[in-house]
């Protein structure tokens, strides 16, 4: 009975504009106005592929789940931000996993999201793990004026994987490995290039991943004629329809690939689509998600008897519904590094990490633990060893205590615009916390005239900096505006 026991997505809530971008290109490449329709997800500033995985995470484990049952860790990504570090501990720090944890960086190809996640129902399947934790994202950059520029979109999806599947029943798998060269990005690449679109669709697409839906379909004793939900990401018109014709299965079977809405997100797209399938079908239903990659992956699913009680607080349907239309095409470009432009002399100062102290604190710093005194109760950020209690400073009381996932308030902000910030004004301030604690931090994905002092926010996690000089990303959490916390508060002050 293995299978996907809870699932969660993150999509960022900026929404790039395809016809802003196809206005400021059209003296140049006049040709992308057939790709006007519709929205792109855009990732903020502050947002990587790894970030994004992160709150797709924490989505799938919601805030009560208990975090030490996690023994595998999967994180998938072709845009993941560091060649040699493991990605996935990062990851497991920010999720404040146990140090005992399995865990993998899974890549290389367009289908590594689901080959992530069968290579975790694998392991559960073996009894190598009781608990996996399959974690994808993609932040992917391409050429401004570029077709990819349009079709690309930021987002990751998640999955917990245990024995008893109490969402999905995995059915079987297909796998097919070819080394077919349909774009590629060398080791000192920045951006992927393609090869010609119809080679890839009559010679690729088609002839590699129909061997492998139906390999999956064989092993979990199916015919075509069973699958209710067809998922299958492209950027071709109509492509999903047409495999679907090839094998055999039903037309209506064809689910959206999300393209007006978020854009195709790499690695991340099919388990995005069975992620945002899982919200939507019923017991008994059975559901096949497929992806082209130098081969193709397939999976196949049977919706449980109480998928509906597993949904995510958020999922795919409430990340897309959190949304701000950007139509400044030159803040996308700043925000990907594309454009070069003067940050002044308050930008010019030396990142470099200091190591050793990011490891002796890691707990703090990736996971936003701060401590409790034993003694009395009381709580604060940073741990140290004397507690902050006025009246009873005990030594060597304090407990870990996580912040991250508590809900919380601004006290008191700023709106700095002398300071260097990517989106100007730099909105930082203290954020005070239900039980006790308050940390001064930065505020993000907010408007101007949004911050206010009572506005609820709650915690994500972010870029914090970029050392440029040495490629090292530092991260660390931020407060973000909690609009439906805030629409509540709203509607009872109404009241």
Not at 314 to 323: F, I, K, N, Q, Y
Not at 453 to 477: A, Q, T
Request: aromatic residues 8%; proline residues 4%.
């Amino acid at each position: 009975m293995v299978g996907i026991a809870a699932w969660g997505a993150y999509a960022p809530r900026l929404r790039l504009s395809r016809e802003a971008v196809t206005k400021a290109n059209a003296w140049v490449a006049p040709n992308l106005r057939a790709k006007v329709k519709g929205e792109r997800a855009m990732a903020n500033w502050d947002e990587d592929a790894l970030t994004m995985a992160v709150e797709a995470a924490r989505d799938a484990l919601g805030p009560g789940d208990d975090r030490t049952a996690v023994d595998a860790l999967y994180f998938a990504s072709t845009t993941a931000p560091f060649t040699d570090r493991l990605n996935a501990g990062i990851v497991a720090a920010a999720l404040t996993l146990e140090k005992a944890v399995a865990s993998a960086d899974v890549t290389g190809s367009q289908r590594c999201g689901l080959t992530a996640l069968g290579q975790a129902l694998a392991a559960v399947q073996g009894g190598a793990a009781k608990r996996a934790l399959v974690a994808t994202g993609e932040h992917r950059r391409a050429r401004a004026a570029s077709s990819q520029e349009l079709d690309n979109g930021d987002g990751a999806a998640a999955f917990v994987v245990t024995a008893e599947a109490g969402a999905a029943q995995f059915l079987g798998r297909g796998s097919i490995t070819d080394d077919f060269v349909d774009h590629f990005r060398g080791a000192d690449s920045e951006f992927d290039y393609a090869w010609e679109e119809r080679w890839i669709r009559d010679e690729g697409i088609v002839k590699l991943v129909p061997p492998a839906i139906r390999q999956a379909l064989e092993v979990a004793g199916l015919t075509s004629s069973d699958v209710t939900h067809f998922c299958f990401p492209s950027t071709f018109a109509g492509m999903a329809a047409s495999l679907a014709k090839t094998v055999g299965i039903a037309p209506e079977a064809v689910r959206d690939n999300l393209a007006l809405t978020l854009g195709e997100a790499g690695c991340a797209h099919g388990p995005l689509m069975l992620a945002h399938i899982l919200e939507q079908a019923r017991p008994g239903e059975v559901i096949l998600v497929a992806q082209f990659g130098q081969g193709a992956e397939a999976l196949v699913f049977r919706a449980g008897d109480d998928i509906a009680s597993r949904r995510p607080a958020r999922g795919v349907t409430g990340a897309l519904s959190d949304r701000r239309v950007e139509d400044n095409y030159l803040k996308f470009l700043t925000f990907n590094g594309l454009i070069e432009w003067e940050k002044g002399m308050r930008a010019e100062k030396d990142n470099k990490t200091a190591l050793t102290t990011l490891y002796r604190n890691q707990d703090m710093i990736l996971g936003l633990v701060g401590g409790r005194c034993r003694e009395t109760g009381v709580v604060q950020f940073p741990r140290t060893r004397i507690s902050v209690a006025p009246n009873n400073p005990g030594v060597d009381t304090q407990e870990p205590y996580r912040f991250a996932e508590r809900r919380a308030s601004v006290l008191s902000y700023s709106a700095d615009y002398l300071t260097f910030s990517m989106s100007p004004p730099n909105h930082y301030g203290m954020i005070v916390f239900e039980g006790g604690g308050r940390i001064m931090m930065d505020i993000t994905d907010v408007e101007i005239g949004e911050v206010d002092s009572g506005l609820p926010v709650r915690m994500v996690f972010r870029v914090k900096d970029v050392d440029e000089k040495r490629g090292f990303v530092r991260y660390f959490w931020k407060a973000a505006p909690d609009r439906a916390a805030a629409t509540a508060k709203s509607a009872l002050a109404a009241e």
